[in-house]
C-alpha cells in the first residue's frame, strides 16, 4: 500500500480552495483544509466532512499555523481576492498577505515540501506591455485604493523568493481571472455580478464604456495549472502565468451572459470607472506551455454555461 499524500490548503473553503479540495480528494489525496470564513462560504466545508481524508482548521494564516502533522505539499490560496472584499478592511488583506506567507513558508520549511503561492495577475497593475509576461514588473500605484491587495501580493513574492534561496521549494503561479462553481456570489467578481444580476433581472452594471479588457480562465483549467506546477519533477520557482489568453471586453462578456439567461429581462447599465481599474489584462502563457505543457481548453462560453447552471441550481443557498 502506497501511503497517500498530505495536502494542507489554506483558503481551503474559498472559490479555488473549495474546487481543489474537491479535485485532491478525488485524487487519493489527504486534505487538510484551513480557513478563516473572511471571504469564503462555512458551507463549502460541509461537502466533505463526511469523508475520512478530509480534516478542517479553522485559524486565521496571520498567525503561525497550528499544523502539527506531516505535511507533503502546500496550497497557499488564503487571502481576499476581490475588489469590494479586500477593500472592505485594507490593513486586514495586507496582513493576511505579508504575515501569511511568512508562516505558511516557515511551515513549508519544516516540512521541507514544495509550496505552491497563489500570486495574482493584479501584480502587474495597469500594465504597459500586452499580453503580460512573467518578466514584467508591473505598474501599480503602490497608494492607491487596490494597492493593499496589489502590494501585498507583490512582496508575498519578495517573500517567497527569499525564502527559495534558503533552500525551501517554492512555485509561484499568478492567477488570472478565474471563474466557474463555488464563486461567493455577492464577492463582487464581475462573473458572478452578470450572472447574479441577470438571474435576478436587474441591470447589469459595466464600468465607463466596457470598453476594458480581461481573459476569465475556467475552474477546471486553473486547477490543471496549479497541479502542474506542484507537480514539476523538481524544484521550479517560476513564476507562472495561469489564466486564459482568450481576451474579451467587459461589454461582450456581459452580453454573453444575457445571451445564456436568455429568461432575463435585464439591460447593461453604465457606472463610471474605480480608480486604478487596469485597461487591459491577458496573459502570455509561453512559458507555461513550455515548462508545463499546459494550456487552458474551456472556452468562454463551454465554462459560463457551466457556472450559470452551478449559481441556478444554488440560487436558494446564495439568497
Same mark, same amino acid.
Given at each position: +500500500?502506497?501511503?497517500?499524500?498530505?495536502?494542507?490548503?489554506?483558503?481551503?473553503?474559498?472559490?479555488?480552495?473549495?474546487?481543489?479540495?474537491?479535485?485532491?480528494?478525488?485524487?487519493? #489525496?489527504?486534505? %487538510?483544509?484551513?480557513?478563516?470564513?473572511?471571504?469564503?462560504?462555512?458551507?463549502?466545508?460541509?461537502?466533505?466532512?463526511?469523508?475520512?481524508?478530509?480534516?478542517?482548521?479553522?485559524?486565521?494564516?496571520?498567525?503561525?499555523?497550528?499544523?502539527?502533522?506531516?505535511?507533503? +505539499?502546500?496550497?497557499?490560496?488564503?487571502?481576499?481576492?476581490?475588489?469590494?472584499?479586500?477593500?472592505?478592511?485594507?490593513?486586514?488583506? %495586507?496582513?493576511?498577505?505579508? %504575515?501569511?506567507?511568512?508562516?505558511?513558508?516557515?511551515?513549508?520549511?519544516?516540512?521541507?515540501?514544495?509550496?505552491?503561492?497563489?500570486?495574482?495577475?493584479?501584480? #502587474?497593475?495597469?500594465?504597459?506591455?500586452?499580453?503580460?509576461?512573467?518578466?514584467?514588473?508591473?505598474?501599480?500605484?503602490?497608494?492607491?485604493?487596490?494597492?493593499? #491587495?496589489?502590494?501585498? $501580493?507583490?512582496?508575498?513574492?519578495?517573500?517567497?523568493?527569499? #525564502?527559495?534561496?534558503?533552500?525551501?521549494?517554492?512555485?509561484?503561479?499568478?492567477?488570472?481571472?478565474?471563474?466557474?462553481?463555488? +464563486?461567493?456570489?455577492?464577492?463582487?467578481?464581475?462573473?458572478?455580478?452578470?450572472?447574479?444580476?441577470?438571474?435576478?433581472?436587474?441591470?447589469?452594471?459595466?464600468?465607463?464604456?466596457?470598453?476594458?479588457?480581461?481573459?476569465?480562465?475556467?475552474?477546471?483549467?486553473?486547477?490543471?495549472?496549479?497541479?502542474?506546477?506542484?507537480?514539476?519533477?523538481?524544484?521550479?520557482?517560476?513564476?507562472?502565468?495561469?489564466?486564459?489568453?482568450?481576451?474579451?471586453?467587459?461589454?461582450?462578456?456581459?452580453?454573453?451572459?444575457?445571451?445564456?439567461?436568455?429568461?432575463?429581462?435585464? $439591460?447593461?447599465?453604465?457606472?463610471?470607472?474605480?480608480?486604478?481599474?487596469?485597461?487591459?489584462?491577458?496573459?502570455?502563457?509561453?512559458?507555461?506551455?513550455?515548462?508545463?505543457?499546459?494550456?487552458?481548453?474551456?472556452?468562454?462560453?463551454?465554462?459560463?454555461?457551466?457556472?450559470?447552471?452551478?449559481?441556478?441550481?444554488?440560487?436558494?443557498?446564495?439568497?
Amino acid at each position: +500500500m502506497v501511503e497517500k499524500k498530505t495536502a494542507l490548503i489554506t483558503g481551503g473553503s474559498g472559490f479555488v480552495g473549495t474546487n481543489l479540495t474537491q479535485r485532491l480528494l478525488g485524487l487519493n #489525496y489527504r486534505v %487538510l483544509s484551513l480557513d478563516n470564513f473572511y471571504s469564503s462560504d462555512s458551507e463549502n466545508t460541509e461537502l466533505f466532512t463526511n469523508n475520512p481524508d478530509y480534516s478542517f482548521i479553522c485559524h486565521d494564516v496571520r498567525r503561525p499555523l497550528p499544523v502539527k502533522e506531516k505535511v507533503d +505539499m502546500i496550497f497557499h490560496l488564503a487571502c481576499p481576492a476581490s475588489p469590494p472584499v479586500y477593500q472592505k478592511d485594507p490593513l486586514f488583506t %495586507l496582513e493576511t498577505a505579508v %504575515l501569511g506567507v511568512q508562516n505558511v513558508l516557515k511551515l513549508a520549511q519544516k516540512n521541507n515540501c514544495p509550496l505552491f503561492f497563489a500570486s495574482t495577475s493584479e501584480i #502587474y497593475g495597469d500594465p504597459l506591455s500586452h499580453p503580460q509576461k512573467e518578466t514584467d514588473w508591473g505598474h501599480v500605484n503602490p497608494i492607491g485604493p487596490r494597492s493593499c #491587495y496589489d502590494e501585498g $501580493k507583490r512582496i508575498g513574492e519578495t517573500f517567497c523568493r527569499e #525564502y527559495a534561496r534558503l533552500g525551501v521549494d517554492v512555485r509561484v503561479g499568478r492567477i488570472f481571472n478565474t471563474y466557474g462553481p463555488f +464563486m461567493n456570489p455577492k464577492d463582487g467578481r464581475v462573473v458572478s455580478n452578470f450572472i447574479n444580476q441577470a438571474l435576478a433581472g436587474k441591470p447589469l452594471t459595466v464600468y465607463g464604456k466596457g470598453e476594458q479588457t480581461r481573459s476569465f480562465c475556467y475552474i477546471s483549467d486553473l486547477l490543471d495549472g496549479i497541479l502542474a506546477v506542484i507537480n514539476l519533477g523538481k524544484s521550479n520557482f517560476g513564476p507562472f502565468n495561469l489564466g486564459n489568453s482568450e481576451e474579451v471586453t467587459i461589454l461582450k462578456l456581459a452580453k454573453t451572459v444575457l445571451r445564456l439567461v436568455p429568461e432575463s429581462k435585464s $439591460k447593461i447599465k453604465y457606472l463610471l470607472l474605480p480608480i486604478d481599474d487596469p485597461r487591459q489584462r491577458r496573459p502570455s502563457l509561453r512559458k507555461a506551455v513550455k515548462v508545463l505543457r499546459w494550456r487552458p481548453k474551456v472556452s468562454l462560453e463551454q465554462g459560463l454555461e457551466k457556472t450559470v447552471s452551478f449559481f441556478k441550481k444554488n440560487e436558494k443557498r446564495f439568497l
